[in-house]
């Protein structure tokens, strides 16, 4: 008679289990929670700034850098990425529609920025406002099928900061 090694079995089970848990895969969780963690720490340690990164559908959530400028309106929305560096900022919004995008342009006119550029790439457009001391750049990307808007903010002191 032939007998089957105990480790073995054990393995299948183990298999096993995590083929039918495959719903809920925890190492899901633990890469994501990884990846974003050591790309904020590694970008935090080369730049001494404030880094917060939200990995879509990871069920984790960013928000914008308590340095960030208070006379920059901002949409409210979803923060996936943000950034603050001495006299530099940047964030990337999912707002959920061309309204609020709209309204963000509106807002910061309103605020005393003023618009210097701009750009209609189709999919994607992008406007630079500016005051006496911050230059302030907006990206609007959006995409025919997916939900919401993503906006990448870019604000930069016109003052060397140091």
Do not use: H
Not at 46 to 65: C, F, Q, R, T, Y
Not at 72 to 80: R, S
Not at 86 to 92: D, K, L, V, Y
């Amino acid at each position: 008679m032939r007998r089957t090694p105990r480790f073995a079995l054990a393995g299948l089970g183990l298999a096993a289990a995590f083929t039918l848990s495959a719903c809920a895969n925890p190492l899901d969780s633990l890469v994501e929670n990884v990846v974003s963690g050591g790309v904020e720490n590694l970008i935090e340690n080369e730049l001494g700034g404030d880094v917060d990164i939200n990995i879509p559908g990871s069920g984790g959530s960013a928000s914008l850098p308590a340095s960030w400028p208070s006379d920059v309106p901002t949409p409210a929305g979803e923060v996936i990425f943000s950034l603050g560096t001495p006299g530099n900022w940047s964030a990337t919004i999912l707002v959920p529609s061309q309204a609020v995008v709209d309204q963000a342009f509106a807002d910061l006119e309103s605020a005393g920025y003023t618009l210097t550029t701009e750009a209609d790439f189709g999919g994607l457009i992008s406007k630079v406002y500016d005051t006496d001391t911050r230059t302030v750049t907006i990206g609007v990307i959006s995409e025919e099928g997916v939900d919401g808007i993503n906006v990448q903010f870019t604000i930069i002191d016109k003052e060397p900061q140091g």
